[in-house]
């Protein structure tokens, strides 16, 4: 199974971004895909969002609720993250993960994307 993801960029505090995960070589209906963020400088990521293999199911970290939405084109194989009212502090590296089910851990999941990088600032 790979991801990619796309989608990200420099925009000024306030702005808002979408990213892309592409699923390939899977369906979305076999596989919870989740969102992680890595800060710079620092080499844990942290799990943003996640939503399940039915889709019925989505979770989000404190930091993004009410910010961040997390869906999915189920036809495209895609799952989005659109990023609203995207503050400094939400900088650093994107990454798509994959497992069985959504996992609060970076260390639980097996398939990763390549990452795309974030840049909020003025």
């Known amino acids: 199974m790979d991801l990619v993801e796309s989608g990200g960029g420099l925009v000024q505090p306030g702005g808002s971004l979408r990213l892309s995960c592409v699923v390939r070589?899977?369906?979305?209906?076999?596989?919870?895909i989740g969102w992680f963020h890595q800060a710079p400088g620092k080499e844990e990521r942290e799990v943003v969002s996640?939503?399940?293999?039915?889709?019925?199911?989505?979770t989000y970290a404190d930091s993004v609720k009410g910010r961040f939405t997390i869906s999915r084109d189920t036809p495209k194989n895609t799952v989005y993250l659109q990023m609203n009212d995207l503050k400094p502090e939400d900088s650093g590296v994107y990454y798509c993960?994959?497992?069985?089910?959504?996992?609060?851990?970076?260390?639980?999941?097996?398939?990763w994307g390549q990452g795309t990088q974030v840049t909020v600032s003025s």
């Open positions: 993960a994959g497992d069985r089910v959504c996992g609060d851990w970076a260390s639980y999941y097996e398939y």
């Open positions: 996640c939503i399940s293999a039915s889709g019925i199911s989505t």
């Open positions: 070589w899977s369906t979305l209906d076999q596989i919870a």
